[in-house]
């Protein structure tokens, strides 16, 4: 089956595909996000930007019209999520760039604390744990998102950072008594120099395996990248820093992406807030 897509449609009227999908070289890759099985040969559906010789289209009428250019590495949720809301705003190249997986952890309930660096830490460990575990517990939360996240689930915060950095958690919990930090595999080394503090990881990243598919020979006006490891990625798929060559503006989610980001030999700005919303934010103030 030959599904013709216009390039100029908004990805919110987009379906979700799971049949093995093929794409020509023209069409939008933003598209693809919404493919659960992306294949170079042998696809049951073709996804074709001539939507002439197409057996179902998915077109609009809405002519396109210059829009700022935006190069934008995240994992699958949060591309679907940001490109939905903002891809009638911006020309949006997304990259498929991160997955996640759950690594061996025991739970040890002798602690007082309980922080969560990021909402994919509190589902992996609400996997093995239940409220119960919270007893006599206080919990803090490491930015906006993971503290809202907590309390869709019920629980009140008893300390969210000013800032989404480790610097102000460690000045912190520093004087506090048996702290258990969640966290992913890659965390804050700071952490390790309290005594008080013990790091569980439980999941890491690794690159997604469908980034090949988004590989894009332009310039950009922007890139965005919301972690050192959805930076790192591209280069480690593409053999280069070649992608990062072409962007006008580089804008980092938070510090430790933009220190790492320098590290590297690119300058980098980000937004007063470490979430993908104000990175969104800043770039359509032009930063």
């Known amino acids: 089956m030959i599904i013709g897509v216009s390039n100029e449609l908004s990805l919110k009227y987009f379906p979700y595909i799971n049949e093995p999908v093929e794409f020509n070289e023209h069409l939008n890759k933003k598209f693809l996000l919404k493919c659960s099985n992306i294949v170079t040969k042998g696809g049951k559906i073709i996804l074709n930007n001539d939507i002439d010789s197409a057996e179902i289209v ?139 503090v013990r790091v569980m990881p439980v999941y890491e990243n690794s690159v997604a395996k469908n980034i090949k598919f988004y590989k894009y020979d332009r310039e950009f006006d922007f890139g965005l990248f919301t972690s050192p490891s959805a930076f790192w990625h591209l280069k480690e798929a593409f053999g280069d820093f070649g992608f990062a060559d072409k962007i006008k503006t580089i804008v980092a989610i938070g510090k430790t992406t933009k220190n790492y980001i320098e590290s590297c030999g690119f300058s980098a700005r980000m937004p007063e807030q470490a979430t993908i919303q104000d990175m969104f934010d800043c770039i359509e103030k032009g930063v």
């Open 58 to 196: 998915f077109k609009n009428s809405i002519k396109p019209t210059y829009k700022a250019s935006v190069l934008f590495s995240a994992n699958k949720d949060d591309l679907i999520c940001y490109t939905e809301k903002y891809d009638e705003l911006f020309d949006i190249y997304p990259v498929d760039s991160l997955e996640f997986r759950e690594v061996d952890f025991v739970v040890d309930d002798k602690c007082k604390w309980v922080v969560f660096t990021s909402k994919r830490a509190v589902d992996y460990f609400f996997e093995k744990v239940n409220s119960r575990f919270f007893c006599f517990k206080k919990i803090a939360a490491v930015g906006s998102k993971t503290a809202e996240h907590l309390s869709n689930k019920g629980f009140k915060m008893d300390y969210v950072p000013d800032e989404f950095y480790g610097e102000s958690l460690v000045e912190f919990l520093k004087d506090k008594e048996d702290v258990l930090i969640v966290s992913p595999v890659k965390y804050n080394k700071a952490f390790d120099a309290l005594d008080n």
